[in-house]
Nanobody
Framework: QVQLVESGGGLVEPGGSLRLSCAASGNIRSIYYMAWYRQAPGKQRELVANIISGGSTNYADSAKGRFTISRDNAKHTLYLQMNSLEPEDTAVYYC?????????????WGQGTQVTVSS
């Protein structure tokens, strides 16, 4: 069992930056994949960026060049640095983790953190 707690969301003006954090606790040694998803009002949840245990990363087209996913293994924390934010980035951002030997249906999810980009 792994618990995920996101933080760092808030209100920011267009062009601004935020850094989201996701603190993991519990059986973290079993984690092999982590990702950030987001869900805007009236829209489906979508992948923003992911990182696997070897350090490889992938980004949604909307995030490329503006967002950076990273992790601090010593602090058991996943980050999402978001720059050049746009109103279209407004959403609840969720952290998720998947585990060795288990499918995505067994993933853990955080409670989400709201990001609002508005002037």
């Amino acid at each position: 069992q792994v618990q995920l707690v996101e933080s760092g969301g808030g209100l920011v003006e267009p062009g601004g930056s935020l850094r989201l954090s996701c603190a993991a606790s519990g059986n973290i040694r079993s984690i092999y994949y982590m990702a950030w998803y987001r869900q805007a009002p009236g829209k489906q949840r979508e992948l923003v960026a992911n990182i696997i245990s070897g350090g490889s990363t992938n980004y949604a087209d909307s995030a490329k060049g503006r967002f950076t996913i990273s992790r601090d293994n010593a602090k058991h924390t996943l980050y999402l640095q978001m720059n050049s934010l746009e109103p279209e980035d407004t959403a609840v951002y969720y952290c998720t983790a998947e585990f060795n030997g288990l499918g995505p249906q067994f993933a853990s999810w955080g409670q989400g953190t709201q990001v609002t980009v508005s002037s």
